[in-house]
């Protein structure tokens, strides 16, 4: 099946097809997510700029494990603004497009965990 934000050629590839293995890192990827989407608002909020980029950085791991390259661009250019405290006035629109990516994605891999 093909999706719109997911690629799960490397969670296959990294899992070794072992779907119980693949349903395990799609299952602490959407717990861990909402946490993500909920500090990232708080760090904006409180303009913790160098929080916001920290966490950037280890989101980005998780959509890359997922193959969501779009994401993961996304997040790397919020990191390296945040890191280094430029352009704040750009955090919000990336933080509101990494949260609909998230959110999008994790409807996705509900729907592939069904059929795994």
């Known amino acids: 099946m093909k999706y719109k934000y997911i690629n799960l050629e490397y969670l ?3 899992s070794g097809g072992d779907r119980k293995m693949m349903l395990e890192m799609i299952d602490i990827y959407n717990a861990e997510v909402p946490g993500y989407l909920e500090r990232m608002k708080t760090y904006l909020d409180s303009d913790d700029h160098e929080a916001l980029g920290k966490l950037a950085h280890k989101a980005k791991a998780s959509a890359s494990i997922m193959g969501l390259k779009n ?8 990191e390296h603004l945040a890191k280094e405290g430029k352009d704040p006035d750009l955090y919000s629109d990336y933080v509101e497009k990494i949260t609909v990516q998230f959110t999008l994605s994790i409807e996705e891999l509900r729907q592939v965990a069904r059929t795994i």
């Open 12 to 14: 296959n590839e990294m």
């Open 71 to 78: 994401l993961a661009e996304d997040l790397k250019q919020l």
